[in-house]
C-alpha cells in the first residue's frame, strides 16, 4: 500500500503521466500477487496519482494528471506569490479528507449511489454536460466573450472524429488517424503545459519569477489545518460533488474539481481572490478530485461500469484474479471487496502523512532550474503522449496544438474553458442525440426533459448558474 501510494504520487507528478497510465503499466507486475495484494496496490497508485498530479499544477502550472486543472487556478498563484508550500499543504489536507469521506460513502452508501447512478440516461448526461459548460463563466477571468468562444472552439475540437450516432466521420479530411478524435489527455497536455514552456523560455530573465523553490516554513502546517478545518461545509460540498461526479460513469476527476470550483466560487462572499492565489479554491479542487476516486469504485463494484479510466483499467484486475465485478459481487467475494475498501480507506490516510512531508521531496525533483526543467516537460510529455497510444500522430497534435494554444494564451484566451468545452462535448453530444432517439415517443424532445424529474432539476440548476454571472454584477451596482 505504501509503495502504491508513493509510487502513484511520483508518476501523478510528472506531466504527462496519468493515473490511468500508472496502473496500466503496474498491471501486469500484479498477475502473480494475491488479489488482495493486487487490488490494495492498484488502488494505493490510483489513490497516489489524483493527489500527486497537483504537485506539478501547484510549482509549474501544469497539471499533472487530468484532475488537477482546477488546482492551477489559485495553486500557481500561490506559487508566484512564494507560498507553494501553503498550497501543497492545503492540497494535501483537503486531498486526504476528501479520499476518506470518499472511501467511507463507497463503504456505506454503494447500494444507494449505485441505484441513483442507474436513474441517470442520456437526457441527464446531456443536461450534467449543459450544466459544466455554464462554468465558462467562471472561468473567463474577466472577459466572458473570450470565455464563451475559447468553450466554443473546445467544442468544436470534440467533434472531430466519427460520430456516436451514426458513424459518419467529421472533419477527418480523409485522414484514417483522426477518425479516433483527438486524444484527451494530449489536448491537456498541449493547451496546458506547452504554452506555459514556451512562456518560460520566452522570459528566461524572470526564470526565478516562472519558478519558486520549494522552501518549507515554520507553522504554515498549523496555519493550513485551521483554514480547511474550519470550512467544515466547503470540504464536505466538494466532497459530495466529487462522490457524485464519480458515480456518474465517464464524468472524471476533471469535472469534478471544475464543478466543485465553480460552485465554491459562486457561493463565496469575497470572490476577488479567486484566481489569484485564495486556498479555498485548491481546498475545494482537491478535495473533490480525490472524493471522486471513491464514487468512481461504486458503479465498478456494485453494477461492473467504471465511473472513470483509471477504474476502467482496475476492471481487468478484477478479472484477472478471476472475479467478475457487478451486482452479485458482494455475495460472491464480500471478504476481498470489504478488504479492499478498508485497504482504500487506509491508503487515503499514507497520503495524506506522505504528501505533507513528502512533497517537498518530490518539489525539488519537478522544482529544477528552467533550463533543465524546460526539455525536461517537454521530453516527457512527448514520451507521455506517445505512450497513451503508440501513435507518433498525437506527438504532432501535441505541437501543433501546443504552438495554438501558446498564441490564444498571448491574445487573452484562458486554456480552461478550452479544455471544458473539449472535455464535456462528447457527454452532451452523445446524450442530446440518444435524447432525440428517445423523444421519437413523446411530443417532442422539451416532451422528454420535462417528464424526468432529475432532468428538471439539472434545467434549473443550469438556468441559475447562466444567471448567477448577471445577478452578481447587478447585485454590485446596487451596492456602489
Keep these: 500500500m505504501i509503495l502504491g501510494v508513493a509510487a502513484g504520487m511520483i508518476v501523478g507528478a510528472l506531466p504527462g503521466l496519468t493515473a490511468t497510465m500508472a496502473i496500466a503499466v503496474m498491471l501486469p507486475f500484479t498477475f502473480s500477487m494475491a488479489a488482495d495484494t493486487a487490488l490494495i496496490t492498484l488502488g494505493g497508485i490510483y489513490i497516489g496519482a489524483i493527489f500527486g498530479g497537483c504537485i506539478a499544477a501547484i510549482l509549474i ?30 492540497a494535501a489536507v483537503s486531498s486526504g479528507i476528501g479520499g476518506v469521506i470518499g472511501g467511507i460513502a ?38 466572458l466573450l473570450k470565455g464563451l468562444l475559447g468553450g466554443t472552439v473546445g467544442l468544436l475540437l470534440s467533434v472531430v472524429g466519427i460520430a456516436p450516432i451514426g458513424g459518419s466521420s467529421r472533419f477527418t479530411f480523409g485522414y484514417s488517424p483522426l477518425q479516433a478524435g483527438f486524444e484527451l489527455i494530449v489536448m491537456l497536455i498541449a493547451f496546458f503545459c506547452i504554452p506555459q514552456v514556451i512562456k518560460m523560455i520566452k522570459n528566461q530573465s524572470d526564470s526565478t519569477e516562472q519558478v519558486q523553490s520549494f522552501q518549507s516554513q515554520k507553522g504554515v502546517k498549523s496555519y493550513v489545518f485551521k483554514q480547511v478545518i474550519t470550512r467544515p461545509f466547503l470540504i464536505l460540498r466538494s466532497a459530495v ?31 476577488s481572490k479567486f484566481g489569484k492565489g485564495d486556498i479555498r479554491g485548491v481546498s475545494a479542487s482537491e478535495t473533490a478530485n480525490n472524493a471522486e476516486v471513491g464514487g468512481s469504485l461504486v458503479p465498478l463494484l456494485a453494477l461492473g461500469i467504471p465511473g472513470a479510466p483509471p477504474a476502467a483499467v482496475l476492471i481487468g484486475a478484477l478479472l484477472m484474479q478471476g472475479i467478475q465485478p457487478g451486482p452479485d459481487l458482494f455475495a460472491s467475494d464480500a471478504r476481498l471487496i470489504y478488504t479492499f475498501i478498508a485497504a ?137
Excluded: H
Excluded at 65 to 86: N, R, W
Excluded at 246 to 267: E, H
Design 344 to 480: 482504500f480507506i487506509i491508503a487515503n490516510v499514507v497520503m495524506l502523512v506522505l504528501a505533507i512531508f513528502g512533497s517537498k521531496y518530490i518539489g525539488q525533483v519537478i522544482n529544477i532550474p528552467m533550463y533543465y526543467l524546460a526539455p525536461a516537460i517537454v521530453f516527457l510529455t512527448i514520451i507521455g503522449s506517445y505512450a497513451i497510444r503508440n501513435n507518433f500522430v498525437d506527438v504532432v497534435t501535441l505541437i501543433i496544438f501546443g504552438l495554438i494554444g501558446y498564441i490564444m494564451l498571448e491574445r487573452g484566451f484562458k486554456p480552461a474553458p478550452i479544455v471544458l468545452g473539449l472535455i464535456l462535448g462528447p457527454i452532451a453530444e452523445e446524450g442530446l442525440s440518444q435524447s432525440l432517439l428517445m423523444s421519437e415517443g413523446f411530443f417532442s424532445l422539451l416532451g422528454l426533459f420535462l417528464t424526468r424529474p432529475i432532468t428538471i432539476l439539472l434545467m434549473i440548476f443550469c438556468l441559475l448558474s447562466l444567471l448567477s454571472p448577471f445577478a452578481g454584477k447587478l447585485l454590485k451596482k446596487t451596492q456602489s
Design 106 to 143: 463507497l463503504l456505506f452508501l454503494t447500494p444507494l449511489l449505485a441505484a441513483l447512478a442507474l436513474q441517470f440516461g442520456p437526457p441527464e448526461f446531456f443536461w450534467i454536460a449543459f450544466l459544466g459548460l455554464t462554468m465558462v463563466a467562471t472561468l473567463s477571468a474577466g472577459s
Design 241 to 271: 460533488i466529487g462522490i457524485i461526479v464519480g458515480i456518474i460513469p465517464g464524468a472524471g476527476g476533471n469535472v469534478a474539481s471544475l464543478l466543485s470550483y465553480d460552485a465554491t466560487y459562486r457561493l463565496s462572499k469575497d470572490q
Design 61 to 90: 502550472n501544469t497539471p499533472g494528471t487530468p484532475s488537477s486543472i482546477a488546482t492551477t487556478f489559485d495553486g500557481y498563484p500561490l506559487t508566484q506569490q512564494g507560498k507553494p508550500d501553503q498550497a501543497l499543504i492545503t
